[in-house]
């Protein structure tokens, strides 16, 4: 820790932080002084992150958490407020693909239901625990920032459960972002497209476009996305960013279809 820090040290959970954008995003905020709950399924692959951060002003704690699933929701924030206090950014962060080119009447039920489980009723989940610690916490308030898609606004072929789902979170957003407003909270969503990580090395190598052909397709560095969230995380509570998209400048979004 640094000794010289004077304001408040600030705190946040990262959800999906063992890899990918989640691991980049938090050791972002873990370099600024952050103190930061890392959450995901895997303990090993959080420890690694943690590992990483060693050097960072920021504290970070390693709690297993599978966000689907209630139970683990509430113990993960019973662990944050008991470790840190209080809670000043939820990153809404962990989400899964499902099985990838799937046409939608061969799409088995079990994979749309583990789909919607983790990217909506994860981030459901996720978001209520964090917004009741930031209404009842003192001095009140907090953000939450949701991890969308390029999805939300346009589909890629053989998509409907991930598309469904990242169209459902923007809902989500403003839902939340209207009720959290006489509670200081404020909620927004940053709308990603092709991050390089290892869900986008298939962006590569070729992908199915909407006309039918295989392209490959430019990915940006994971860091660019970590930093644009850590400056929507550290604006004040009176200022917001309601959407950022943030996307590789060249790949086919505008105008895709």
């Known amino acids: 820790m640094n000794a ?22 938090a050791l972002e905020l873990l370099a600024a002084g952050w ?3 890392l959450a995901g399924r895997r303990t090993e692959t959080l420890e690694e992150t943690a590992a990483l951060a ?30 840190f206090g209080r809670l000043d ?30 990217n909506l009723n994860g981030a459901f989940l996720c978001a209520q625990a964090a917004f009741r610690q930031m209404k009842e916490q003192d001095p009140q308030g907090g953000r939450i920032i949701n991890n969308g898609s ?3 606004h346009a589909p890629r072929p053989n998509s409907v459960a991930y598309t469904a789902t990242k169209h459902a979170l923007t809902g989500l957003t403003k ?23 290892d869900m986008t090395e298939r962006m590569q190598s070729g992908i199915l476009q909407a006309n039918g052909q295989l392209a490959s397709e430019p990915v940006m560095d994971v860091s660019d996305v970590a930093r644009t969230v850590r400056h929507m ?25």
């Open 4 to 25: 010289e820090r004077t304001a408040p040290q600030k705190t946040a959970v990262v959800t999906g932080a063992g890899s990918g954008i989640g691991r980049s995003v």
């Open 35 to 37: 103190s930061v709950a």
């Open 54 to 83: 060693s050097a960072a002003d920021g504290a970070a704690l390693c709690v297993r958490t599978d966000v689907s699933r209630p139970d683990d929701v509430a113990a993960l924030f019973t662990r944050v407020r008991e470790g």
């Open 89 to 118: 950014l939820l990153f809404n962060n962990a989400g899964t693909f499902g099985p990838g080119g799937v046409p939608v009447e061969e799409l088995p039920y079990d994979a749309w239901r583990h789909v919607v489980d983790t």
């Open 150 to 152: 390029i999805s939300a």
């Open 175 to 197: 839902s939340l972002s209207l009720d959290g407003r006489p509670y200081r909270i404020a909620v927004g969503q940053i709308d990603i497209g092709n991050a390089a990580t």
């Open 233 to 257: 995380a550290e604006l004040p509570l009176g200022a917001n960013v309601q959407f950022a998209t943030v996307l590789a400048t060249n790949m086919p979004y505008v105008g895709r279809g």
